[in-house]
Each structure stands twice: as C-alpha cells, then as structure tokens.
C-alpha cells in the first residue's frame, strides 16, 4: 500500500534533548513538508523540501532541522532550541506535477516535552 | 498576506441534518488552488478535495458538495444527511505557489470541529 510512515506516534522526552521524527513516504513524491499542530489551532509549516539535499524553511523553522538524503525519507530533528516542542507533527508529501498539488499526510506524532 | 478564515469554530448537529462548513479566503495570485481536509479523532489529515481558480463549478460528491465563489472569495463544504462517522475537525487550505508553479505551501485556516450527535 502507498502512503506515508511516520514513528513513533507517540515520543516523550526531557527537557534539553534533542529528537528526531521519522517520516518515509512510498508514494514516488518529489516534495516533503513538516508541518506543527497545536490545539485549537490550524497547522503551521515547518520545513518543506522539493528535492533530494535540499529544503527551505517555512513559518517556523527556528529550533528545528532537517535532511533530505533520500527522496522517501525527510527526518525532522526537534533540537533543546526550540522553547515550546509540545505539538503534534505532521509529515506530508505531494507531487510537483502540475494539477496534482494535494498533500498527503501521515499519521502524525504527538511529542511530549517534560 | 494569503490568509484563510474559518470562523465557525465549533457545530453541532443532530444525525442526518445537512450542515454548511464555510471558508473564507484572501490572496492576489490570479492562480490558485483551494483545499478542504478532514481530520478525524486519529490525528491523519484526509485530503477531501481540490479545486482551482479557474473552475467555479461546484461539486458533488455522494453527501459532499463543495461551492466555490470567487466573486465572495468562499469555498464552502457542505455535509448533506450527516452522520456520526462524519464527526471532525475539517480544515479548508490555501495554496501558495512557488518553484515552477507547484505548491510549496499550504496555508491553513483554523479549522471547524463538527460534532454529529446520534
């Protein structure tokens, strides 16, 4: 099945300490976005890359970081700079076909900071 | 700026009323794309539907129906027959398009939780 991975679905850490989230997508998509959900609140773009070793950074990069190595694979590392890492985070995917613009979504990661 | 404006923040219904979902949204591109996306209790955006600036026709699909007006800047989704598993929070997005006209960004609104009540 096509789609997109995202683990763990849930991550609890420590204050201080850095954390990576995994996303790997198996859909042939050229473009990978993060994006951050707080509640009661829409989502917010992280980072978002259309090629392999190359990203830019969105709304609110500050704090985080990215690679993109593989074109399946966009891992974000949630680094002891960002002051409030408490969210849920969504990787998506999309094609840069024209006409094919939707993003799809995995199924997120709820990280908790302590 | 492009924004997107969804003010009702919360609706309540009874099982099988219909229920509009409205959309407001702001941008000067000539070219874009609008979104709508739910999101049920596990958290997974589900991409609903895609609809660009050139095509105002609205759409119908089974108890969806999408009505977009660029004369009032609106994208409106609406739920005919509604029924429990429909219960969600429902995003409308906005495009933003970049490199070779392909979207970068998608800029969200806040999104309306739509509880249908049995």
């Known amino acids: 099945d096509g789609g997109i991975t995202q683990s763990p679905k849930y991550l609890f850490r420590k204050e201080g300490q850095n954390v990576t989230l995994s996303c790997e997508q198996n859909?042939?998509?050229?473009?990978m976005y993060w994006y951050r959900q707080d509640p009661g609140q829409g989502l917010r773009l992280i980072y978002y890359?259309?090629?392999?070793?190359?990203?830019q950074k969105g709304d609110i990069a500050e704090g985080y970081s990215v690679s993109r190595e593989k074109k399946e694979s966009f891992p974000l590392t949630v680094t002891s700079a960002q002051k409030n890492p408490t969210a849920f985070y969504l990787c998506?995917?999309?094609?840069?076909?024209?006409?094919?613009?939707?993003?799809?979504f995995g199924p997120g990661t709820r990280l908790t900071v302590t | 700026a492009q924004k997107v404006t969804q003010a009702q923040t919360e609706i309540s219904v009874v099982e099988k009323e219909d229920v509009t979902l409205d959309c407001v949204y702001e941008?000067?591109?000539?070219?874009?794309?609008l979104f709508w996306y739910k999101q049920p209790p596990s958290g997974e955006l589900v991409f609903l539907i895609r609809r660009n600036s050139f095509d105002e026709q609205n759409e119908i699909s089974g108890r969806y129906s999408w009505n977009f007006q660029k004369s009032t800047s609106s994208f409106n989704f609406t739920i005919t027959a509604s029924q429990v598993v429909d219960s969600a929070v429902y995003f409308c997005?906005?495009?933003?398009?970049?490199?070779?006209?392909?979207?970068?960004?998608?800029?969200f609104g806040t999104g309306t939780l739509l509880a249908v009540q049995p």
């Open positions: 859909l042939n998509h050229d473009a």
């Open positions: 997005a906005l495009s933003e398009l970049g490199y070779g006209g392909a979207t970068n960004k998608l800029i």
């Open positions: 941008t000067r591109d000539t070219t874009y794309y």
């Open positions: 998506a995917s999309s094609s840069l076909l024209v006409g094919a613009y939707e993003q799809y």
């Open positions: 890359s259309q090629i392999v070793n190359d990203f």
